[in-house]
């Protein structure tokens, strides 16, 4: 496999239940990105990682919690969501970290269609 | 702080016809701007990267332009293709914050064969 895939495609879950969303890139990058795309919304960084440690966290609430175990692998893990945090969600890699605003490009997966009931 | 905007939100044009997507920015003070290709469901391929110091990239049948003095980047698509179909995003970096990236909500183009 090349690029970056995540599991699973789909999910619909219960407002009490506990999942986790996964990523995994075979690019050799340094730097990882969870972002939600809502509906008619631009997409919103949630969380970036740069060789497994956590550099930034959007504001983003602690049903959300990322975890990177390594440089390949990034999970997202969820529990007690609302219907609102419906939505697509991307994951994406970078050889290096953007910083300052320099960066080279980003490459994305298909994402996970999260529905939350 | 930075905004983008892209316009039309949605465009549909005949098969064969030269075409031009806009994207307006905030702040000039960019590195950088990056043009996405996303098809329904899918997530989003990198089409085009131009540096600040770039005026224009070209990918086959796709030129990118960049006017960081106006706030302006154009993607021009030559010769569609129904397969051009799909929505079109642009994305500066959003500063200050690590890896930030600050999409417009996108173009949906539709090409009718």
């Known amino acids: 496999e090349t690029g970056v895939t995540q599991t699973p495609r789909h999910l619909v879950m219960g407002m009490t239940n506990k999942k986790s969303l996964k990523c995994e890139q075979h690019?050799?990058?340094?730097?990882m990105y969870w972002y939600k795309q809502s509906a008619k919304k631009p997409l919103e960084l949630m969380f970036v990682?740069?060789?497994?440690?956590?550099?930034e966290n959007n504001s983003v609430p602690s049903r959300f919690s990322p975890e990177c175990p390594n440089s390949s692998h990034l999970f997202l893990h969820l529990h007690t969501l609302q219907p609102e945090d419906s939505a697509l969600y991307l994951c994406?890699?970078?050889?290096?970290?953007?910083?300052?605003?320099?960066?080279?490009?980003?490459?994305f997966g298909n994402g996970t269609r999260l529905t939350v009931t | 702080k930075q905004e983008v905007t892209q316009i039309p939100a949605a465009l549909s044009v005949p098969e064969g016809e030269n075409l031009v997507l806009n994207c307006s920015f905030t702040?000039?003070?960019?590195?950088?701007l990056q043009w996405f290709r996303q098809d329904p469901g899918k997530g989003l391929t990198s089409l085009l990267l131009?540096?600040?110091?770039?005026r224009e990239q070209t990918s086959g049948r796709l030129n990118a332009s960049l006017d960081k003095s106006s706030g302006r980047s154009t993607l021009y698509i030559a010769a569609s293709q129904p397969g051009d179909s799909a929505t079109y995003l642009c994305?500066?970096?959003?500063?200050?914050?690590?890896?930030?990236?600050?999409f417009g909500k996108g173009t949906k183009l539709s090409v009718k064969p």
């Open positions: 994406a890699s970078s050889q290096d970290l953007w910083l300052g605003g320099r960066g080279s490009p980003l490459h």
């Open positions: 690019l050799g990058h340094n730097a």
């Open positions: 990682y740069s060789l497994e440690e956590r550099v």
């Open positions: 702040d000039s003070a960019i590195y950088n």
């Open positions: 131009i540096q600040s110091s770039q």
């Open positions: 994305a500066v970096p959003g500063g200050g914050s690590q890896g930030n990236l600050i």
